[in-house]
């Protein structure tokens, strides 16, 4: 299903570093690990699904929304990363605004 709002969908390694993205390879290795959305799922074990506050894309240069969820090794043990959906955060404010005019 193709999306208007979907920017990229990503996957940060357990040390913050990018390894995919599907806005293509990146020039140079990125480091995410300041980044809050990865912070919130490496310094928990919650299973949790987390939305960030707009952020400037260092791969995409888009403001975003970040829908987050942790990533375990296979056998459950331990955090293995992030996987990222980036969203458009337009899409959010446009069908509230839509919503509001009715």
Known sequence: MQSDTL?????????????????????????????????IHALSNDDLLYISKPVLGCVSRQWTLQITRRLNHPDGSSFAGVVVVSEDPSYFTSDFYNVASI
């Open 7 to 39: 920017v990229q969908v990503s996957l940060i390694d357990e040390h913050g570093m990018l390894i995919a993205s599907t806005s293509g390879a990146t020039p140079k290795p990125i480091d995410l690990s300041d980044r809050e959305h990865f912070r």
